[in-house]
């Protein structure tokens, strides 16, 4: 009996060595370890057997278990320590192999959306005038939208414009820029220049030239003895420089919007052809803004003498703007995931 378990202990003592010595990582290692010196491992297995021999037999081989167990767990150890070393070498060696200069294949880089490109060029412009820029919530009162725009409840041109209503009583989503009107002449000291770029909605069926959400821009100017030359000069400076063209003139027909009198709308000569092109549709000139002189309801209302005061307002569409300069045929793609076409800005 006790020469068996002595057989065993070398054995075991061999057996270990060679499993420790082949391992290659610290997860290797580990199982070795959980092998032989773990709870359930041969090393508690031979203990187990020493409760069969005799007293003195115990007192013989009870020391070859515990030099065995000293034993291995130096072995283990100086193994551990070496595989710890070696795999610090191995990542010291990485971080010195890694060329910071190196630049990653396929890099797939953001960039501005058109709408914010397009946005940025017309603030610079309006500031570049004396404007500032001004900012409007999305989600209006039928005050903002309508009443302050000399369009009351039960008014027909409250038609005119597709409202999305809230289940709040009477909350909607903006329907135009404009409202940002009433917003700044309540809070800024005369004179003023604004201009308000934002999201506005319609309820409306989409097509290729209509969004049920797009983005306007609204332009708004009070000061001592505005007039309608005021106006035309504005739109004339602006469009020039947003078509990037300084011979680019303007014509303007009459228009009906309840917060301007006289309502105009103003048209640019087409900047890509002198004959007619599909972009004018062969009319040789580009509808583009609505404007006028400010309502003196839309004064009053903001608290302002109109006797004293006298302004002008526009509106347009930057989808629109943004179509007209890039050539592009469908309005709903500014608002798609298609990568193709937002990559191209
Ligand atoms: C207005 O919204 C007026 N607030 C503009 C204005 C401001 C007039 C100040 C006078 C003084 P209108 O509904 O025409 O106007 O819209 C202005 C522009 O928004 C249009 O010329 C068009 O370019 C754009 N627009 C209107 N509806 C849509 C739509 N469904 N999808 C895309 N763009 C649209």
Redesign the pocket.
Known sequence: MIKSLQNQITQTEQTFETDVKNAQSIEQLEHVRVAFLGRHGKLTELMKQLRGLSTDDKRVVGPQLNQLKTRMQEVYEQKEQQLLKSQQDEQNQHKKDFDVTLSRKQDVTGGLHVYTQIIRQLEDIFISMGYSIADGPEVETGYYNFETLNIPKDHPARD??DTFWLNVPDMLLRT?T?TVQAHVMETTQLPLAVFAPGRVY?N?ATDA???FM?M?A?GLFIDKNVSMSNLLATAEQFLQAIFERDDLSIRVRPGY?P??EP?VEIDAECPFCTDGCSICKKTKWI?LL???LVHPNVLKTSGIDQEKYSGF?????I??IAMIKHNIRD?RLFQSSNLEFLKQF
């Open positions: 005119m414009q135009h404009s319609r409306e030239s209509h969004n797009f306007q609204e919007f917060f301007v309502g509808e609505g404007a006028g307002a526009f509106g347009f569409g989808d629109r309005i």
